[in-house]
């Protein structure tokens, strides 16, 4: 006879046998004693909880020579047929594969027919969602009115794909991820039946690696058997599942925390040729700070190397790891995704802790209280001589009649009364045209700008209006008429020349 996996042989036969889904047994169990036999039920969880052998348990159930009963026989030929899966009356159809309308529209053409022996015909369809929005359409009409002797169980993984008219007309079960400590004694159980010497720490990383399915950690524990021949031992879970062990773990911890990142890189690399891939260390690498942050907490054993860090920079750590793990399902650069994160993990010293900085705030000096009062520091007066001053101030004049003729003729008004660090004082006389334009924002702001860019730094400037209108005399010459952009622009525009310059009196 063939060899038999251990999944295989040792699926549960009744509902005594599901382990960790006692909510889905009860209920089941009490509907068939007092005969509340759904048309539809629909079973819900993840891989390996028991949801298709739940299904091949109720229709023994409902088909048993001593049923419906919640305790079939397992003696009887419909007992003996579903679980050989031999049984004409009980269809398992993978949804995956009959994924079409047409597929539908045979079954519906044989739910006419009686059963051929048993008392109910039961239709489990596995992985439901897979079917199409048209093959579920044609199935809502059967669905709501089936016949008496039709009975359907759907499995899905995925039971927001399946849409909602289907769902209202089910009785839903949601199977749960099974208990750790469950897991773990049924591979002790299955040990010692199969006359198997296994370490508890070995079973204990099958239990852990199958993140609750059942069916994952018998395939684990299989495979083991198979890889050593004799006993299971950690080593060799290890080595065939590819998990860091802890002493690897607890010594790459103690690098990063000393601040060597090459050590660190050392032994993931190590870690890497014996078989343990990058996405697989970085999660054994957050279960382990995890473990860690809980010994921080207080809810754990207390460890040498919990002592040394801090809670702050377990966070730290655990955000990079998420931000790596994210990142790798995203590419496949996946060593350099890890070494980049281990070396800002080894650099945490760089960060200054919340307790660190409100400890620096509480040693720096107190503050006077109430108010200071400063006497004002004068600003200071860049000395120039008056040729000087009057040399410069025509450039600028120039400068900005060059970059804005409008501007530069409302300047040539004006006065240049003083030169100070931050900027410049022009006199105008009191309620002038140009003192007006040149207040308003805009012009203050674009005069602002070109006085910066003229002087190579920011500059200020402040706008007085004169008591008395400057002589012409103290104002800066301005030069040839023909030189004036403006006037350029008449020039050209009328064909004209000038034929003589007098002074305007303002006053």
Not at 20 to 48: E, M, S, W
Not at 354 to 363: P, S
Not at 421 to 437: Q, T, Y
């Amino acid at each position: 006879m063939s060899y038999l996996v251990l999944a295989r042989k040792w699926r549960p036969q009744v509902f005594e046998e599901l382990l960790g889904q006692d909510h889905v047994v009860k209920t089941l169990k009490n509907a068939l004693a007092k005969g509340r036999i759904a048309h539809a039920y629909l079973f819900a969880g993840p891989r390996g909880v028991g949801k298709t052998s739940t299904a091949r348990i109720l229709a023994k159930a409902l088909n048993c020579e001593h049923g419906p009963t919640p305790t079939p026989c397992n003696r009887c030929d419909p007992c003996r047929e579903i679980s050989e899966g031999t049984a004409m009356d009980v269809l398992e159809i993978d949804g995956a594969s009959h994924t079409g309308v047409d597929h539908i529209r045979e079954l519906r053409e044989n739910l006419r027919y009686m059963p051929s022996r048993y008392r109910y015909k039961v239709y489990i369809i596995d992985e439901v969602h897979m079917l199409s929005l048209s093959a579920f359409n044609a199935l809502l009409k059967t669905l709501e009115e089936p016949p008496s002797h039709v009975v359907f169980v759907f499995a899905t993984t995925e039971p927001h794909k399946v849409p909602l008219t289907v769902l209202s007309r089910c009785q839903r079960f949601d199977f749960r991820r099974i208990p750790y400590g469950v897991i773990l004694g049924h591979l002790r159980k299955i040990c010692e039946v199969e006359g198997v010497e296994a370490s508890e720490e070995a079973l204990a990383l099958i239990a852990t690696r199958a993140s609750g399915s059942m069916r994952d950690a018998q395939s684990l524990l299989d495979q083991v058997m198979a890889y050593t021949g004799e006993g299971v031992g950690v080593e060799a879970v290890r080595e065939v599942l590819g998990i860091a062990d802890r002493g690897s773990l607890q010594e790459v911890v103690e690098a990063l925390n000393r601040g060597d990142a090459k050590e660190a890189l050392r032994i993931v690399e190590d870690l890497y040729e014996r078989g343990v891939s990058f996405s697989d260390f970085l999660r054994e690498l957050m279960a382990y700070l995890r473990d860690l942050m809980v010994v921080k907490l207080g809810a754990g054993q207390q460890g040498a190397e919990a002592t040394e860090i801090d809670l702050m920079q377990l966070r730290y750590w655990f955000q990079l790891l998420l931000r790596a793990e994210g990142e790798i399902y995203r590419g496949d650069l996946h060593r350099l995704i890890v070494e980049v994160t281990l070396i800002e993990m080894a650099h945490w010293r760089d960060l200054i802790s919340l307790e660190e900085l409100l400890q620096r705030l509480e040693a720096l000096p107190a503050k006077p209280q109430g108010p200071v009062l400063q006497e004002p520091v004068p600003q200071e007066v860049v000395p120039h001589p008056p040729a000087e001053l009057q040399e410069r101030w025509q450039e600028l004049v120039k400068f900005i009649c060059g970059e804005s003729p409008i501007l530069g003729t409302f300047l040539q008004q004006g006065s240049l009364l003083e030169v100070r660090s931050s900027g410049l004082r022009i006199g105008f006389p009191k309620g002038s045209f140009a003192l007006e334009r040149l207040s308003e924002p805009e012009s203050k702001e674009a005069l602002e700008r070109l006085v910066s860019k003229f002087m190579g730094r920011e500059a200020t400037v402040e706008l007085l209006p004169l008591k008395e209108a400057p002589s012409p005399q103290s104002r800066v010459p301005r030069g040839e008429p023909q030189e004036d952009p403006v006037v350029k622009e008449a020039l050209e525009v009328f064909g004209g020349k000038v034929v003589g310059v007098r002074p305007v009196d303002r006053a």
